[in-house]
């Protein structure tokens, strides 16, 4: 089937933590078509039941797919990808990149054994990270901690609010803290919130830890599945759309210019 150049890549997430999935992707293929929807009616899904997530997101897509037409969709959220992606790739016709917690090249990388998986309530009790624990980290003590005030931290540093950097602090002390903390030298940002505040994680941490996410490796799938098709020969401004609009999302907006998301529009 042939793609037209100017149909858009389309990424989803309930606020801007799909911002640090869509920048190497912007960097892999720089003047692809770039549509950023953000589920700010329902932000923020790491609180809310696996029942709800699975209903929103694959109706949300459909909405979407429908009005923009994109030649692939990007589920740039991990309590989404582990909720509903089976239900969104069986709603649409479209290929759907999801995203998954880095918990092989967290074990790759560890050197003491022991890592940690930071991210959403949601996301830190899938049995899908089980099973990702057990397949790739078999020799590795996995701890894990969900934090939604983290989540919350980094829509404000995108705001340019002041930032409180105890909660930096407390969302490390909930791996820290656990037995085998002591030793832990990798994190897995398993939220894509949480990229956009590793330099205030870093900071917050008492000795060094390495940080992994799967932002590189997602734009390397998108490249892989878009390849051989055409492009537009200069990028155009990008489109971020939100399911609500109001003072929050109105103060995101020097951010999102930041991403090449110039144009705003309400779902």
Same mark, same amino acid.
């Given at each position: 089937?042939?793609?037209?150049?100017?149909?858009?890549?389309?990424?989803?997430?309930? *606020?801007?933590g799909?911002?640090?999935?869509?920048?190497?992707?912007?960097?892999?293929?720089?003047?692809?078509?770039?549509?950023?929807?953000a589920?700010?009616?329902?932000?923020?899904?790491?609180?809310?039941?696996?029942?709800?997530?699975?209903?929103?997101?694959?109706?949300?897509? *459909?909405?979407?797919?429908?009005?923009?037409?994109?030649?692939?969709?990007?589920?740039?959220?991990?309590?989404?990808?582990?909720?509903?992606?089976? @239900?969104?790739?069986?709603?649409?016709?479209?290929? +759907?990149?999801?995203? +998954?917690?880095?918990?092989?090249?967290?074990?790759?990388?560890?050197?003491?054994?022991?890592?940690?998986?930071?991210?959403?309530?949601?996301?830190?009790?899938?049995?899908? +990270?089980?099973?990702?624990?057990?397949? @790739?980290?078999?020799?590795?003590?996995?701890?894990?901690?969900?934090?939604?005030?983290?989540?919350?931290?980094?829509?404000?540093?995108?705001?340019?609010?002041?930032l409180?950097?105890?909660?930096?602090?407390?969302?490390?002390?909930?791996?820290?803290?656990?037995?085998?903390?002591?030793?832990?030298?990798?994190?897995?940002?398993?939220?894509? @919130?949480?990229?956009?505040?590793?330099?205030?994680?870093?900071?917050?941490?008492?000795?060094?830890?390495?940080?992994?996410?799967?932002?590189?490796?997602?734009?390397?799938?998108?490249?892989?599945?878009?390849?051989?098709?055409?492009?537009?020969?200069?990028?155009?401004?990008?489109?971020?759309?939100?399911?609500?609009?109001?003072?929050?999302?109105?103060?995101?907006?020097?951010?999102?210019?930041?991403?090449?998301?110039?144009?705003?529009?309400?779902?």
């Open positions: 089937m042939t793609v037209a150049s100017e149909a858009p890549i389309l990424f989803f997430d309930s *606020g801007v799909g911002l640090s999935i869509l920048a190497p992707a912007r960097a892999a293929l720089p003047t692809a078509p770039i549509v950023y929807a589920d700010s009616a329902g932000f923020p899904y790491g609180t809310k039941s696996e029942t709800e997530i699975a209903a929103r997101v694959p109706a949300l897509l *459909g909405r979407l797919v429908e009005r923009y037409r994109p030649r692939l969709a990007v589920i740039a959220c991990n309590t989404a990808s582990t909720i509903a992606l089976q @239900h969104v790739r069986a709603a649409l016709d479209i290929p +759907v990149v999801g995203t +998954v917690p880095a918990i092989k090249p967290a074990a790759l990388l560890s050197k003491s054994r022991v890592f940690g998986v930071l991210g959403t309530d949601a996301t830190v009790r899938q049995p899908y +990270v089980d099973r990702l624990a057990a397949e @790739h980290g078999a020799d590795c003590t996995v701890l894990r901690y969900g934090s939604a005030a983290l989540v919350q931290l980094a829509e404000a540093k995108l705001r340019g609010e002041t409180d950097p105890r909660i930096a602090r407390d969302a490390l002390a909930g791996l820290l803290d656990q037995p085998g903390g002591d030793r832990m030298d990798m994190v897995v940002l398993a939220c894509t @919130h949480f990229p956009l505040v590793e330099a205030e994680l870093a900071a917050a941490a008492p000795h060094p830890l390495g940080f992994v996410h799967g932002g590189e490796g997602i734009a390397r799938r998108i490249a892989f599945l878009t390849q051989g098709q055409s492009w537009p020969a200069t990028a155009a401004p990008g489109i971020a759309v939100f399911t609500r609009i109001d003072a929050n999302v109105d103060a995101l907006r020097l951010a999102l210019a930041g991403y090449g998301l110039d144009r705003l529009d309400a779902l």
